[in-house]
Every structure is written in C-alpha cells, then in structure tokens.
C-alpha cells in the first residue's frame, strides 16, 4: 500500500489507495465501545490503519448482519438486524443502537481508535442479505434488508459517527450460479436475465 501510493504520487495522480478487511479481524465487536482488533491482527491492522489516517484515506470494512443472524440466532434478533423497529436496542453507554448495522460498524470505528486511528473514515465496502440457500435467507428479508439500509444511511450517520452519512456498496448486482451452491449464490439484486429478484422502493444513488 505505501509502495502503491508512492508510486501514484510519483505520477501526480491523487488517487486514494485502501484496502477491504471484514469483520473477522476484530476479535471483539459487542458492545460497540468494545470494538478491538484481535491479538494476531492488531499489529497489521495498526500499520494499515496508520498509513490510512496519515493519508487521509478511508478503510473499507464488508458489514454483513445476516451472517451475525445466521450464526447466532439465539442471540442476535431478527428485526435488530434487518432495520426493523422492534423490541431490541442495544444501550452502550450514553449511545443507542436501533440496527446490527450500525453496531457492527461503530465496533470497526471503536477497533479503529484502539490502534490510534480514530480519525479513519469507514466505507462499508460490502453489505447485503442473500435472497435463497440459507437460515433466514428469502426474498422477503433481502428486500427488507436492502430498502431499508438505503433509507438508513441516505438519512443518517452511526451513532458513534452522527454527522457523517455512511458510504455503502449493496453485494451484489447479480446472482451468480458458478459459486459455491447455498447463499452464496443469492445475494444479487438481479438474476442473470436483468430479472429484479424483489423491486427496491428506495433510490439508489450511485
């Protein structure tokens, strides 16, 4: 990445250069205060996330709530995770949280000030919720999960960032028969014919 970015500035080209991580390298994530980078990854995660706030550049973190829920359901509610009000609220000191989502990326944040990187904005690279092949995957649930993570972050910020809009990309545009069978071939918004799999009600802007 520093090579990387030496090289661009060499070139007079001002593009940011970052890299995506999912949540795995964090090693606590509940509450959201407790957010840190686990032992192994702490000391690659303090270099990148360095470099990144020296620069200016963001990191990218892929957000799934839908694989909290499918491993833990027991623990991890439903409508918590697919933006509907409901009986869950996650209290965290003086912040609430309403949503898995903003949970899960106020923790990276968090993860993110341990290693003296507070300053480091957050993309949400990847996120989304499979339509077929799994505990709680249905059509019903990705078109919940995806209109309502649209109105959510064109409206507002995470509680530990309320002023800042999050930047997020929905994985993915298309259905993909060719990956492994079960979820991972669901997550699309489209099927390979330009079919919608579920209309979107909210906009998006991209």
Known sequence: MENLAAALAAANLNIPVSTAISMQPLSTSYPPSAGDFSEAA???MAQIANFLQSKGYPLLVNVYPYFAR????????LDFALFRPGKTAVHDG????????????????????????GGVEIIVSETGWPSAGGVEAGVENAQTYVNNLIGHVTSSGTPRRPGKQVEA???AL?????KPEGV??????FYPD???VYPLTSKIIG
């Open 70 to 77: 499918a491993g833990d359901p027991a623990n991890v509610d």
């Open 174 to 178: 298309f259905n993909e028969n060719m």
């Open 42 to 44: 702490k000391p690659v």
């Open 194 to 196: 330009l079919t919608p």
């Open 94 to 117: 003086e912040l609430t949280y309403l949503n898995l989502f903003d949970s899960m990326t106020d923790a990276a944040y968090a993860a993110l000030e341990k290693v003296g990187a």
């Open 184 to 189: 991972e071939q669901h997550w699309g918004l």
């Open 169 to 171: 990309y929905i994985f």
